[in-house]
């Protein structure tokens, strides 16, 4: 598929480790052909890579994730880390979210994204 003309943007919560693993994944989405935009900015996929070492930390990745269904409703939703490692079944009932992928899935994410299209069932990958 070519995603020349798709644009995709990126929300990292926690610590040094998921912003390094953010560039890791931005990288590989650039490989694919999509540009990069700011998260505050409409994208076609959001990939949020969120924490959970606090209840704090827990509700920031359930906001910033909200903040990006409700920036492009069409948008491709994607949420990977901690987060969604631990709690997959709640980070998959957020509004939006289409892909809930754990911290082993992370690394090939593009890989996950066959179809940029809203989907009725959310896809939760091994966790």
């Known amino acids: ?3 020349k003309d798709k644009t995709v943007a990126f929300g990292t919560l926690g610590c040094k480790l998921n912003f390094s693993e953010t ?6 989405f650039i490989d ?4 990069r935009v700011d998260f505050k900015e409409k994208a076609d996929v959001y990939v949020i890579n969120t924490c959970s070492v606090t209840d704090t930390a827990d509700k920031k990745s359930k906001t910033i994730i909200r903040q990006a269904a409700k920036q492009n409703p069409a948008a491709f939703v994607v949420v990977t880390g901690c987060y ?5 079944e709640d980070a998959a009932a957020i509004p939006g979210v289409d892909l ?12 996950f ?3 940029l299209e809203k989907k009725q069932k959310k896809q939760v990958e091994p966790l």
């Open 32 to 35: 694919k052909g999509f540009k």
């Open 84 to 88: 969604a490692q631990l709690k997959p």
């Open 23 to 28: 560039s890791t994944i931005a990288r590989s």
């Open 100 to 111: 809930v992928l754990g911290t082993n899935e992370k690394s090939a994410l593009p890989d």
């Open 113 to 115: 994204i066959t179809k």
């Open 1 to 3: 598929m070519d995603y």
